[in-house]
């Protein structure tokens, strides 16, 4: 059974770059899309952006020019970068995965970390 | 993008009742709609894929139905693990996009 836990810091300055790890234990990581989703208090949530496991990644083209999703396969982890971030950017943000042929099915979360965004 | 609509925003029900949330899509997207449940803290679960697909391990109150651009999902008969949050999403185009979720509670 294939688990994935968030970790990073819970405050992050304004103007500042939120930094996050997912790392991914009890399953293969190849053949899957590594996804960051996120959901700001009282709202929807936003797909922020995915990396196959080649290394190739699509991003929100609303976040498009901040946003930077990276992996590590030898480690099993793949990571989140987003600048220049608002108080906007507060949120839980949640690692996901989805199988290669349905890339945005996300059958696997972590719980979710709460990014905070203050001075 | 995509806007997926759902309504109710919240839902209050009894054990054992028989409920239904729709989710509404601004253009048709096929059957490209999945619903999810979450609760606080907890990992979010997909449910329901395709529109009517149930995932494996998930009861069979659950089902889902629909196509184009309205969608529902239905809870045959409310379990008391069933209250949390359930929202749909469409993966018919990128972004993905989901709905606001609806807060099912108990009354």
């Known amino acids: 059974q294939v688990q994935l836990q968030e970790s990073g810091p819970g405050l992050v300055k304004p103007s500042e770059t939120l930094s996050l790890t997912c790392n991914v234990s009890?399953?293969?990581?190849?053949?899957?899309?590594w996804a960051w989703i996120r959901q700001p208090p009282g709202k929807e949530l936003e797909w922020i952006g995915h990396v196959y496991y080649s290394g190739s990644t699509t991003y929100n083209p609303s976040l498009k020019s901040r946003v930077t999703i990276s992996l590590d396969a030898s480690k099993k982890q793949f990571s989140l970068n987003l600048s220049s971030v608002t108080a906007a950017d507060t949120a839980i943000y949640y690692c996901a995965r989805a199988w290669a042929h349905v890339r945005h099915n996300f059958d696997s979360w972590g719980q979710g970390t709460l990014v905070t965004v203050t001075s | 993008d995509i806007q997926m609509t759902q309504s109710p925003s919240s839902l209050s029900a009894s054990v054992g009742d028989r409920v239904t949330i729709t989710c509404r899509a601004s253009q048709t997207i096929s059957t490209y709609l999945n619903w999810y449940q979450y609760k606080p803290g907890q990992a979010p679960k997909l449910l329901i894929s395709e529109a009517s697909t149930l995932q494996s391990g998930v009861p069979s109150r659950f089902s889902g139905s629909g196509s184009g651009t309205e969608f529902t999902l239905t809870i045959s008969s409310l379990q008391p693990e069933d209250f949390a949050t359930y929202c749909c999403q469409q993966t018919y185009s990128t972004p993905p996009t989901f709905g606001q979720g609806t807060k099912l509670e108990i009354k």
């Open positions: 009890g399953g293969s990581f190849n053949s899957f899309f």
